[in-house]
């Protein structure tokens, strides 16, 4: 099972960027699609980005939709994703998550179930 470390959170203004990143351990990590989720407190985690393995193809909620880049560097074994324009509603703890087959890449939107390896999570707060 992967290891994953998110860092990178932290407390902005409105408009404001932060840029998180998403650690990983083992020898495969080129063969697996990593996603990000968040949880605001009293609400239910949510997908919020997903990058294919090879880097190529991306995927994003509308929510943060031409906001949020997600990215990765296969020779570091590290998914970021790049947070700008962040609004209020973005507050949350952000979690990274490895799925549980290789090569997975769902037509739409990613299932939390189908995610075997999750990270501790990086709190993101922005006031107002």
């Known amino acids: 099972q992967a290891q994953l470390v998110e860092s990178g959170g932290g407390s902005v203004q409105a408009g404001g960027s932060l840029r998180l990143s998403c650690a990983t351990s083992?020898?495969?990590?080129?063969?697996?699609?990593i996603s990000w989720f968040r949880q605001a407190p009293g609400n239910e985690r949510e997908f919020v980005a997903i990058v294919r393995w090879s880097g190529d193809d991306t995927y994003y909620a509308g929510s943060v939709q031409d906001r949020f880049t997600i990215s990765r560097d296969n020779a570091k074994n590290t998914v970021y994703l790049q947070m700008n324009s962040l609004k209020p509603e973005d507050t949350a703890v952000y979690y990274c998550?490895?799925?549980?087959?290789?090569?997975?890449?769902?037509?739409?939107?990613?299932?939390?179930?189908?995610?075997?390896?999750w990270g501790q999570g990086t709190q993101v707060t922005v006031s107002a």
């Open positions: 998550a490895v799925p549980r087959m290789m090569y997975y890449y769902p037509n739409p939107v990613p299932r939390e179930a189908d995610f075997g390896s």
């Open positions: 083992g020898r495969t990590f080129q063969r697996y699609s």
